[in-house]
Nanobody, 121 residues
Framework: QLQASGGGLVQPGGSLRLSCAAS????????IGWFRQAPGKEREGVSC????????YYTDSAKGRFTISRDKAKSMVYLRIESPKPDDTARYFC????????????????WGQGTQVTVSS
């Protein structure tokens, strides 16, 4: 199981860091993707970090303000959001897959319950 944390209420222009941890296996062996789902909308990919060389990938909506990173010593993956906007309000999920990065959610093997991010003044 994966556990995403770090969400909450944040003001526009602030910042926050989401964390992803695993129980029962190590994240180091998996590509980790972040997805989000806003009410009434489909789940969409945000970012992904590979397991092999740490390459990072972002969807257009995340480029420039989102940063994904991995701490192998702690077996953690993070997603930092800078200057969040109200449109970033969503439930954020981390997911793991054994193959390389991608944003097709069906290719991911493990999911967590997600963490809610609400951007509002």
């Amino acid at each position: 199981q994966l556990q995403a944390s770090g969400g909450g209420l944040v003001q526009p222009g602030g910042s926050l860091r989401l964390s992803c941890a695993a129980s029962g296996f190590t994240l180091d062996d998996y590509a980790i993707g972040w997805f989000r789902q806003a009410p009434g909308k489909e789940r969409e990919g945000v970012s992904c970090i590979s397991s092999s060389d740490g390459s990072t990938y972002y969807t257009d909506s995340a480029k420039g303000r989102f940063t994904i990173s991995r701490d192998k010593a702690k077996s953690m993956v993070y997603l930092r959001i800078e200057s969040p906007k109200p449109d970033d309000t969503a439930r954020y999920f981390c997911a793991a897959r054994t193959t390389g990065c991608g944003f097709n959610s069906r290719r991911y093997d493990h999911w967590g319950q997600g963490t809610q991010v609400t951007v509002s003044s």
